[in-house]
């Protein structure tokens, strides 16, 4: 029985090989490929590129562990992440609630495009917009200004809001499909029996649709997580001075400093940190899903 | 426990009429069954008396309580849904304990009257496990359970058994009907099924197109339909249609079908009489005259083998009618045969034409 099993799914994968074959070829020579170079360069002393003399080191590696900085950055970038998630859920998940289970026809494909649109739009031109916005004298203090009857200056262009606002709206997509789809997938019929047993709309949500939904809040919150971690676009642009995170150090050992050997040991250093993270959170989430 | 009284309620979706203007009075303690087309209204009315969905217009009270705007989870009721509703992220313990415990009920007594409910449905044992680890059958009786535990007022079921097997559906006809008595629970049962309708409930409410069309015990509607649609929904029925004579009518051919039970209609008037195939006699001899009885002639085009019963399909005047013989072993009729057809007036039932 467990031979033919196993016969069966061996046979199964061989006739599923033509169909992953293109994805896990692509993922070599794009990613895997490319990475194992980085991985190579982080413990390089220099790159042998500009045909400098090199040496294999672990330099890199101590220089994360040997200046607090760095230490220091990564938690404010781990702390950045989770805030961004959190403000997600907390925006996203409302959102698909009622686009799950309150809109119907038209007006449902007519939001679900609103919530899409942020996805289609250049994520330097969505920055820059928002740089519009929140500078002084920007629209929404001209705006605030025009309503309230006092003066007030809104000012948070170059602050830690900032970068959290252009966070939040990059990412607020993904906690709204990934909700939406596991909200939809719950049968309203739950609902109702839940009310007919005397629990409030509230209680319902709480104690069915929260858990039922909870696949969904998890892959929402670790395709945020991740990449806020390591993100260093919107803390440039939106953050200024205040902006210096994790991410926008690598970028700099990339782009500014040319010191790629670093830049690829503190990226590793992140990928690390993401995984024991996900890895402790995983069985908590799990249970919780 | 209490009745519920349902007056003049209507409500509509859009230009359609799910509900025109229905009354019916539920007594404390019975079965009833709404029993209907799809489309015809039953659930819509069972949603009102569980308070999803509020009417346009007239009342319902529940123990003498007007709760027509009161919603569901206030209105103290216990449903069943066709396609069970347990949640799939609690026990099945969790899924029955979840009305009480949404109550704030302590957990000592919340242990207590889950296991009980469980022992109930015969289902003890099974607190343990998850709704996906049961059988059609086993997820039915822990919605039951989890729908009577809170104490409700009325039971509410919505097609509770149309997604189980035959033999598994009379299982549960029984047992729903064993508890429902144990706990003497004001039941109301929504139903396409007219044997179920027939076999389970005290009272039968007809719907059709949002109207309530008949209402009464079982044996009166099936014996004394008030209405074409009602004789021939619930059960099967031979139609003549006619002019009144005053207690029967007369056909387009001139026979005269004398009638002993339904309206009583001026004569002249357009009028049908409905007949059930087994009360209908049927024979080869044509010689001897029953003065009491209705007579038609006909020819047996059909004849349909059931082991305990035969149906006759019988061409008559370009009408086929139907007759119903038990199997007693005597002489069975070949297709193609002449025969007579006998029934008394006392089996035909007299509906004024809608």
Redesign the interface.
């Known amino acids: 029985m467990a031979a033919q099993s196993a016969t069966a799914s061996r046979s199964g994968l061989r006739s599923a090989l033509p169909l992953l074959a293109p994805a896990y070829i692509w993922l070599t020579v794009a990613i895997f490929l490319p990475l194992s170079a980085m991985v190579f360069f982080s413990f390089m002393t220099d790159l042998p590129l500009s045909g400098k003399p090199w040496a294999f080191t672990l330099g890199n590696y101590a220089a994360f562990f040997s200046q607090s900085l760095y230490l220091t950055l990564l938690l404010a970038s781990l702390r950045l992440g989770l805030e961004v998630t959190l403000w997600c859920i907390v925006i996203g998940y409302p959102a698909a609630y009622v686009l799950a289970k309150v809109l119907k026809g038209r007006s449902r494909e007519a939001i679900f495009l609103l919530v899409i649109l942020p996805f289609w739009s250049n994520g330097l031109v969505r920055i820059f917009s928002w740089a519009m916005v929140l500078r002084e004298g920007g629209i929404l203090d001209t705006a605030l200004n025009a309503v309230l009857p006092f003066k007030i200056n809104i000012d948070l262009m170059y602050s830690y809001p900032a970068v959290i606002i252009g966070l939040v709206h990059s990412y607020v997509p993904y906690m709204v499909l990934t909700c939406y789809l596991t909200l939809q997938a719950i049968?309203d019929?739950?609902i109702?029996?839940?009310?007919?047993?005397?629990?409030?709309r509230l209680?319902v949500l709480k104690?069915?649709i929260i858990?039922?939904s909870m696949p969904g809040l998890v892959a929402g919150a670790a395709l945020i997580f991740v990449p806020v971690v390591g993100s260093f676009m919107e803390p440039r642009i939106l953050g200024g001075r205040t902006g210096t995170f994790y991410g926008t150090v690598i970028e700099d050992q990339f782009v500014a400093v040319f010191n790629w050997p670093l830049g690829a040991a503190l990226s590793f250093i992140l990928l690390a940190v993401v995984l024991v993270i996900l890895a402790i959170a995983s069985p908590v989430l799990r249970r919780a899903a | 426990m209490a009745g519920v009284q349902v007056s003049d309620v209507s409500r509509s979706f859009g230009a359609h009429k799910a509900l025109d203007d229905v009354s019916i009075d539920f007594a404390d303690g019975g079965f009833y069954a709404l029993l209907g087309p799809s489309g015809s209204g039953k659930t819509t009315l069972l949603r009102q008396i569980?308070g999803?969905d509020f009417p346009d217009s007239g009342r319902i009270s529940i123990g003498g309580e007007s709760v027509e705007r009161v919603?569901?989870?206030?209105r103290?009721?216990?449903?069943v849904?066709?396609?069970y509703?347990?949640?799939?992220?609690m026990s099945v313990a969790d899924n029955v304990a979840?009305?009480l415990s949404?109550?704030g009920e302590a957990k000592a007594v919340i242990a207590t009257e889950v296991q009980r409910a469980l022992d109930l449905v015969q289902l003890g044992k099974l607190g343990g496990r998850r709704p996906h680890q049961l059988s059609g059958g086993q997820r039915q009786r822990v919605a039951l359970a989890?729908?009577i535990v809170?104490k409700p007022r009325v039971l509410?079921l919505d097609e509770p058994l149309g997604a189980l097997d035959k033999a598994l559906r009379v299982d549960m006809q029984i047992e729903l009907k064993r508890i429902q008595r144990e706990i003497g629970i004001t039941t109301i049962f929504v139903t396409h099924d007219q044997e179920e309708a027939l076999t389970m409930s005290d009272r039968i409410g007809i719907l059709r197109d949002g109207r309530l069309v008949q209402e009464g015990p079982p044996e009166e509607i099936y014996d004394r339909p008030r209405s074409e649609f009602a004789a021939t929904f619930l059960g099967d029925a031979n139609i003549f249609r006619g002019d009144t004579t005053g207690n029967g009518i007369r056909l387009q051919d001139g026979t005269a079908i004398a009638a002993g039970a339904g309206a009583t209609l001026a004569a002249g008037a357009k009028a049908s009489c409905a007949v059930r195939p087994e009360r209908i006699r049927i024979g080869t001899d044509a010689g001897a005259v029953d003065s009491d009885a209705n007579m038609l002639k006909g020819q047996v085009s059909k004849r349909i083998f059931a082991g305990n019963n035969s149906t006759y399909f019988v061409e008559r005047a370009g009408q086929t009618l139907k007759v119903i013989v038990q199997n007693t072993g005597a002489d069975r009729l070949a297709e193609g045969q002449d025969v007579v057809l006998r029934w008394s007036p006392e089996s035909t039932v007299l509906i004024a034409a809608t």
């Open positions: 049968d019929s739950l109702e029996a839940g009310r007919s047993l005397g629990a409030t209680q104690r069915v858990p039922l | 569980a999803f919603p569901v989870e206030k103290r009721i216990g449903m849904f066709q396609n509703a347990l949640f799939p992220n979840f009305g949404v109550r989890r729908a809170t509410l």
